[in-house]
């Protein structure tokens, strides 16, 4: 029991920021601090941390709450636990009255799993360091692989001793039951007798994200092929190996001030790299990459390098697992090592600076890396090209930013010699029907959008005016909301100033400030929902309306953000340069902005002379032509906008 006084005094010292700041790269907004949510799959940050009110709210899960709430739903701790851990945190002496040998039993079984991970990391490590044949056999293995040993004993490395139970028997001598023992993996057989999992092997442990034990990895140091070369912990209550990612505990922070991650294969690759002075590099132990993984390194940063050794052939079988990595909206980029070597032996061979230099020279993006990969494969043969086309477009489709994607269809234009037009067009047929079986595998295929001819749903110009105006903001809202503009003010002292914004708040806070709203319900709903989440803070992402539960709102939004349009030709090989989207969206906005509240004016003055023919009251026409007026008044001053050309 942790006396109240102590409680008080964990939870006034902790700060909210340092402690989720071990888990979630946060970035300032504000008095505020955002990031992605831990604790559900987002692309847009709506995780919101208040150091001055101490507390953490995720606009979009829900979840909320203080220092010692956020360890508990992130670690699954009890209340309990979560105090000890921020307590070790600030080194607060946390004072509690023994617990009876009934109360040691009724423990955690998840706390029972970890003391026992702790037990046996330390055992192995003792051994490898004060054995004869710990030293002999696993010092001189890493020894043989140039570790030295700060960085063996940083990782905590260690040795099983080659006989049947060592490990089992002294464990069961300390009190560890069977059942926990073979729970955790370190032991296999039957209560009547245990067998050591990973005897004669050289032992590397795994942690979470706190520096607690969840697992391990052991290597085999005699050529058997009738056992396995690594062997690791099987999934318990405390590891799952989709969620795990060896050595990010030690490379979060390096990640998160680095904004970029190295992704490897093996064990030895990140002791390597570490020793080397590369800390920002994590492995996904020998398993085929998860989406879980992916998404515990994107809390830290959207880039990632993945490192490959020479054999192509592997780098073939794991490319499709790489798309995930792109549809979780990341930045990728690949690297191939001279064949023959890998991450581990090239660092061994060169000096830190030759390493980092030859991956930030020879690295490249992925779908460039794909394509060109693909195409030796494919060269000559026309019907394998074919296919190549369909599989990086593919690829692409994956890629949430539609920048982004315009972007790669511009580049593999160029190197598959097919024409821009071609790829969009497959693309979007693509994209829309991912997003129609998003929404609903229920829902008819969507027809092929003409560009002459309304959306599905849309009302008569005749009776909502300012429809395609509205749809255009959308549009906008949904392609580039999330980018920022410099924005030209006057400061308190009436000095020029400038500051960024994201073009979504800049249109909703012109047309917040001039009173004016959309009037297509389906429009106005939209609207509705960007205004609520900007005044959270943040800017809903695309996902976010094309997967929405109302088909209404749904199907507008993939409707928009398809390219409808294409050019007829490459006009570069002419030296016309066509500026992309956004290039302009300072003008777009302003214009887009312009043209809705022109015709808006337009059809209340429209409305306004109407009332005035049939109005029969004096005073009723004076207080309509004084509207009118008014609204003479502002549509001047639009049309009077610089750079804005105005035609009705």
Known sequence: MIPAYTVASILETSRIEEVVGDFVNLKRRGSNLIGLCPFHQEKTPSFTVSPSK????????????????????????SYPEALRYLAAKYQIEVEEREQSPEEVQEQNERERLFNLNSFARDYFNNTLFETQEGRSIGLAYFKERDFREPVVRKFQLGYCPDQKDAFSAHARKQGYSAETL???????GSEERLYDRFQGRVIFPIHNLTG????????????????????????????????SLYGLYYAKTAISRLDHCLLVEGYTDVISLHQAGIEHVVSSSGTSLTTEQ?????????????LYDGDKAGVNASLRGIDMILEEGMNVRVLLFPEGDDPDSFVRKHRTSEVEEFIMRESKDFISFKTGLLLEEAA????????????????????????????YVKECSRMLDVAEVTLLNELNKLLRNKFRKQLSPDLPELPPVQ?????????????????????????????????????????????PAVYRDPLARYIMDDLRNDAMSFSHPTHLKIME??????????????QHFVSNSEPDIALLCIDLITERYQLSQNWEKHKIFVKSGVDNLRMMADSALIHFKRKAIDSNMAALFQQLKESQEAEEQIIIQAKIRELKKIDMSLSQKPGIIISK
């Open 54 to 77: 101490g507390i953490f709210k995720c606009f979009g899960c829900g979840k909320a709450g203080d220092s010692a709430r956020f360890i508990m739903e992130h670690e699954h701790y």
């Open 182 to 188: 073979m729970k955790t993996g370190l032991s296999v």
């Open 212 to 243: 607690k034990v969840i697992g391990f990895g052991g290597r085999i140091m005699v050529s058997d092929k009738s056992k396995a070369k690594y062997l690791n912990s099987p999934e318990s209550e405390v590891y799952n190996k989709s969620k």
């Open 294 to 306: 992916v998404r515990l390194i994107r809390r830290y940063t959207n880039n990632i390098t993945i």
């Open 380 to 407: 000559g043969d026309p019907i394998r090209k074919a296919g190549l086309i369909r599989e990086i477009v593919t690829t692409i489709s994956l890629i949430p930013d539609p920048i982004y994607r315009s972007v």
């Open 451 to 495: 560009a002459e001819t309304q959306t599905q749903g849309a009302e008569p110009e005749q009776e909502n005016p300012t429809f395609r105006q509205e749809r255009e903001l959308i549009r906008l809202l949904l392609m580039y909301g999330n980018h920022e503009l410099m924005i030209d003010t006057v400061d308190e002292d009436g000095f």
């Open 529 to 542: 929902m960007y205004l609520e989440s900007l005044d959270e803070g943040v800017v809903p992402h695309e």
